[in-house]
């Protein structure tokens, strides 16, 4: 972002991710998200990402049986996940949005593996 950067940082700003399909329908480790509601803050358990010319930080969530998580079964190649993984207000709004590919047991042994695509923006307001 450039000579940007900062000021743009100052505001609040979002980590919005588009997730879909490439192939569908999705049968085999489909998507699961998590209901920001039922997840409390000190759930989320902060671990780096390392990269060669820089530090990231990305979070795992603690096992709470208050979570609820819902999924989209067999999930097109036409249909689409909008997630908000992060929002910079700190109160009154879903902070994170947890997601994550889960084995459901009701998979047949022979479904194709799943192929699929999550591209992320930020949105500056």
Known sequence: MGDEAETLLRGRYAFINLWRPIKGPVVDMPLAYGDARSIAYSDFVGS??????????????????AHRWFYAPLMRRDEAAL?????????????????????????????PPRESIEIRTIAFW
């Open 83 to 111: 997630l908000k993984c992060f929002d910079s207000v700190k109160s009154g709004v879903a902070r994170f949005s947890p997601h994550t590919a889960f084995v459901d047991p009701n998979t047949p042994k022979d479904a």
């Open 48 to 65: 780096d990402l390392i990269y060669p010319d820089r530090r990231g930080e990305t979070y795992a969530v603690r096992y709470s049986p």
